[in-house]
């Protein structure tokens, strides 16, 4: 035990290489981002937003449980065990999508993303807090979420510029094969696992442990409850962004190429964001930039619908990004903070869960709302949502 070091300088290594294999977890998401509404209408016909974002829904189920799974089962198995799995799962996806002859594999391959999601970028956010220690969590953080989330953003625009010259399939999902491949052989063949780090900051940890932690991180513990419903309603505007957005932007006749563009800009700027945001949070106010960052989205969203002009939509896509910058790694550094390291897999498993349940969330409800009154109404309600989520953490959160 000695020898092991907790630091992000002493680790750079292992870190650099778990910040790459994210940058692959997202780009696996990033190629849907742009294309799959057209996809859904193209080659299956399948017209309704409730159904087109079915894919969402069974992507968001399937990852919020294995997320909170991952958690669950990282001590026990190990996390370089369940990335492998993650990516194993992972493989079989982008072939799926182009040789389906049916709505329902469709559905089928985003089960087994949303799954192999949970399980790998679970356990990459774990690994990285497990090696840096307190004092650089939201740094680390940071690194994490910008090379998953940048990720998101260039595939986003790539897939975009592919489906526009090439069209929507297959040679978007070309992309990821390569990805899906190469993420499962870096794991394999040089990360290593990380809970004989968690075994040396227990040594010197001082918080009491959690009697339930399911329940405290869900409803009792007044930080870890609040950090929880920002992420959960944060991702319920995000999957109705993924969704409704291409088709808002399709109504109003712009190309596959400009649909990328305003598209990929969001994610892009949430991304390069947390560069700093990150590391903001291991100085400044943890529950200001969430309050900031949830009301900077929320305003966002409710200017989308008076929004015709293309510049004036993509600020909006970055102002939106600017918002989840702000909260994205500072959710995760709250989280870790508030738990011991034994308690620490398994409180942001459960975090993780309710987070990514707002993809399912989001998307039935943003689909039900579009077909029964328009567009427009679910995108106000999704908006008037992460506005009510700031005002809890502004009224719940004791200050950080």
Known sequence: MKQIQLGLKENWKQFTLLVIVNAFVGGMVGIERTIFPQFAELEFGVASKTAILSFITAFG???????????????????????????ILAIPVPFILIYATHWNWVIFANVLLGISQGLTWSSTVVMKIDLVGEKDRGFA??????????????????TGYIASNYGVTPYPFYLGIFISIVGFVLTLLWVKDTRVFVQKES?????????????????????????TQAGLINNLNDGM??????????????????????????????????????????????????????LLQGIAILFIPY????????????????????????????????????????SIGTFRLWRDLGYAF???????VADAFGIEYAIFMIGALTVVSALIIQMRMPKQ
């Open 241 to 294: 962004i993924w969704g409704l957005l291409p088709i808002v932007l399709l109504a109003l006749s712009y190309s596959n190429k400009d649909i990328g563009i305003i598209t990929a800009i969001y994610p892009t700027i949430w991304g390069i964001g947390q560069l700093f945001t990150g590391k903001m949070s291991d100085h400044y106010s943890k529950k200001a930039m969430l309050f900031w960052g949830m």
């Open 203 to 227: 040594t010197s940890d001082k918080k009491a442990p959690l009697k339930n932690v399911f329940w405290q991180t869900t409803f009792k513990d007044k930080t870890l409850s609040a950090v």
């Open 61 to 87: 189920f399937a990852k919020a449980l294995a997320n909170y799974y991952t958690g669950r089962l990282a001590n026990q198995f190990g996390r370089k065990n369940l990335l492998l799995f993650g990516w």
């Open 141 to 158: 953080m940071g690194l994490n979420e910008f090379a998953g989330y940048f990720a998101v953003g260039v595939l986003a625009f790539l």
């Open 362 to 368: 989001g998307a039935i409800l943003s689909g039900i």
């Open 307 to 346: 929004s015709s002009n293309f510049y004036v939509l993509a600020s909006l896509s970055a102002i939106l990004g600017l918002g989840t910058a702000l909260v994205y790694p500072t959710f995760l550094a709250t989280i870790a903070q508030a738990t011991s390291p034994q308690q620490r897999a398994e």
